[in-house]
């Protein structure tokens, strides 16, 4: 896992350093090592998918933002379900999703009231 600038003409890699808001290194290390993890039983159990989810989130674009940071600008996951790192993903995306059509029923619906049954 590089980024794409540190990948070309044999420039010499960095390691990836991306933040969140409050400062904390975003996981990326750690899920790729669960992901390897992962497709080493793939591999072993000679799942055609193993491939597929060795190479998952090998190539990642990021670009700056306007506070500096990194954003996720396109990015390759293999779309196994029981993947780590595509997992971490899909539910980073999914509560991104969520934020923003509670921010948007707040926003036009101010007096709506939680379905009975939810906390
Ligand atoms: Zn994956």
């Known amino acids: 896992m590089q980024t794409k600038n540190s990948t070309n003409l044999g420039e010499k890699a ?13 996981p990326w290390r ?3 090592i669960s992901n390897v993890g992962y497709y080493e039983l793939l591999e072993l159990l000679n799942f055609k998918k193993a491939e597929r989810v060795a190479n998952c989130g090998d190539i ?9 940071r990194l954003k996720l600008a396109r990015a ?6 029981l ?3 595509y997992n971490w993903r899909k539910s980073m995306k999914r509560s991104a999703q969520t934020r923003i059509i509670v921010e948007r029923v ?7 009231r939680k379905p009975v049954g939810c906390s």
């Not at 350093?17 to 400062?23: I, M, P, R, V």
């Not at 390759?76 to 379900?81: A, E, K, L």
Request: contains cysteine.
């Open 106 to 112: 707040i926003r036009e619906k101010p007096k709506a």
């Open 76 to 81: 390759w996951f293999c779309m196994s379900p």
């Open 30 to 32: 750690e899920k790729k």
């Open 14 to 26: 960095t390691p990836l350093s991306d933040k969140k808001a409050n400062g904390k290194e975003m």
């Open 60 to 68: 990642l674009e990021f670009k700056k933002n306007e506070e500096g």
């Open 83 to 85: 993947c780590p790192m």
